[in-house]
């Protein structure tokens, strides 16, 4: 009979294709994705996590120096206060190297203005601390000596008197004008001795360095072993009025 054989052909038909078909699907597990892949894509991720927190760090900490900016810091002489480029150097600071200084001790002040940089100084209490700044005629007292160098303390800038005292020093080079290499500095300078002097430089973070290498610049009072204040003969010698000893001395010329 034809419809039998017509049925059992199109039955072999049907699993033929069937079977043709699981043949040709792919199995399952080909279809996931390559390792590498997901390794390239997790790589990626860290990075963009990591170079997030890197900025949320510097975020923090820019925020953190603008609280501190704003608070009452105490600094003392040549610490360093901030980049020049960031800073308007203000009372109390010098720039040097491309970076502000604190010029004296005291607290740090950052001043926002409309325009331009915001202005850094330094200030002891509530009004701004007067500083000697290079070129200022000083009067200072010395303190010891040595060799090398007079140690001083400023104490008047101009007729300005300092709350503060600054240190100085009066290096042999610096006494006079003509034959530095022949000054001995015992004979210039004692302890005790007031001096006029001149800010030549700021010296290091310790102290000025001054410079008594002019006429007007130099002792203008001093005291003898006997305690008497002592008077001046000539431009390198003053005299006990007691005892009539003399003492060598750098000597100012007063008018």
């Given at each position: 009979p034809?419809?039998?054989?017509?049925?059992?052909?199109?039955?072999?038909?049907?699993?033929?294709?069937?079977?043709?078909?699981?043949?040709?699907?792919?199995?399952?597990m080909h279809t996931e994705p390559p390792p590498t892949t997901v390794a390239t894509t997790n790589g990626n991720n860290t990075t963009n996590a990591s170079h997030t927190a890197?900025?949320?760090?510097?975020?923090?900490?820019e925020e953190e120096e603008a609280k501190e900016g704003n608070e009452a810091v105490i600094v003392v002489p040549g610490q360093k206060l901030g980049h020049a480029a960031d800073y308007t150097a203000g009372e109390g600071t010098y720039v040097r190297k491309q970076y502000v200084f604190a010029s004296a001790a005291g607290l740090r002040v950052l001043t926002q203005q409309a325009e331009g940089l915001p202005v850094i100084s330094v200030t002891?209490?509530?009004?701004?601390?007067?500083?000697?700044?290079?070129?200022n005629v000083v009067t200072a007292k010395v303190v010891r000596v040595n060799p090398r160098f007079a140690s001083a303390h400023i104490l008047c800038v101009g007729n300005q008197v300092l709350r503060e005292h600054f240190k100085g020093i009066i290096r042999t080079q610096d006494v006079r004008a003509t034959e530095a290499a022949k000054v001995e500095i015992y004979k210039s300078f004692r302890p005790g001795d007031i001096v006029r002097a001149e800010v030549i430089s700021l010296g290091d973070s310790h102290s000025y360095y001054l410079s008594t290498a002019k006429n007007e610049l130099g002792v203008i009072f001093a005291t003898s072993v006997s305690g008497a204040t002592m008077v001046p003969i000539s431009w390198d010698t003053m005299q006990c009025p007691k005892t009539m000893m003399t003492e060598n001395r750098k000597v100012a010329k007063t008018a």
């Open positions: 034809v419809g039998t054989m017509d049925v059992v052909s199109a039955l072999e038909d049907d699993l033929d294709a069937l079977l043709g078909g699981m043949t040709d699907t792919p199995a399952p890197a900025l949320a760090s510097v975020k923090e900490e002891r209490g509530k009004a701004p601390t007067f500083v000697p700044q290079i070129g």
